[in-house]
């Protein structure tokens, strides 16, 4: 199993500019997440989706969008790039146990290293 | 909504020494901590996790306690060495498939 994977690895766009950043999971995940990371911040949930077909916002959703068209990716689009979305993007995906609440382990993909210019 | 603070944002400690790290959390409906570690470069990996019915979890030299009722866990590593230097995040599942994660903690293990 390759686990979660993201495209590109690597990315710098200009001001205005738009782009679709990949992630797929060969795990049968039901959930996955796309976060944000910049220095002394942490990880900041921008969208997720419980679910194929079904997606919802997170902390940081603005300027964003995202697909779950199937169960294995989710897509996340920024239409008009911006300087402030300049980041290291995670996608992570997780399993819903049902014993005990619907918590699991998330995997994370390797990361994104967005530049925008 | 959920609100995740960590403590310390660094720190430093001698090798062999005890490093502890601590994070409180608001929604007293949460039930799954988890304990990340990342190292320079690369994706955040888990290292222990505790669920709410569970008060304390050990994992060799790594071990997490949670308190529900004043709504705080900790992270303790012991005989702490250089390859336990990372920045550490704490998160927080809340109900729905959210997760929260703390701002991160810098461990700097000097030899």
């Known amino acids: 199993n390759a686990g979660v994977t993201q495209t590109p690895k690597f990315r710098v766009l200009k001001t205005g500019q738009s782009m679709t950043l990949l992630c797929a999971q060969d795990m049968n995940h039901e959930y996955m997440y796309w976060y944000r990371q910049d220095p002394g911040m942490g990880l900041r949930l921008i969208h997720y989706s419980v679910g194929e077909g079904t997606t919802a916002k997170g902390e940081v959703p603005d300027g964003y969008n995202v697909s779950r068209l199937k169960k294995q990716n989710f897509l996340l689009g920024l239409e008009s790039a911006a300087p402030s979305q300049t980041s290291v993007y995670f996608c992570a995906s997780s399993y819903p146990r049902l014993a005990g609440g619907r918590t699991d382990t998330q995997y994370f993909g390797p990361g994104t290293r967005l530049t925008v210019l | 909504g959920e609100n995740v603070e960590q403590h310390p944002s660094t720190l430093s400690v001698q090798e062999g020494d005890s490093a502890v790290i601590k994070c409180t959390y608001s929604?007293?409906?949460?039930?799954?901590f988890p304990w990340y570690k990342q190292e320079l470069g690369k994706r955040p990996q888990l290292i222990i996790d505790?669920?709410?019915?569970?008060g304390e979890k050990k994992d060799q030299r790594i071990a997490v306690t949670l308190n529900k009722t004043a709504k705080h866990f900790s992270l303790h590593i012991t005989e702490t060495q250089p390859e336990d230097s990372a920045v550490y995040f704490c998160?927080?599942?809340?109900?729905?498939?959210?997760?929260?994660f703390g701002a991160g903690t810098q461990v700097v293990v000097t030899p």
């Open positions: 505790i669920r709410s019915n569970v």
């Open positions: 998160a927080v599942y809340s109900l729905g498939g959210k997760f929260q």
């Open positions: 929604d007293s409906a949460s039930n799954y």
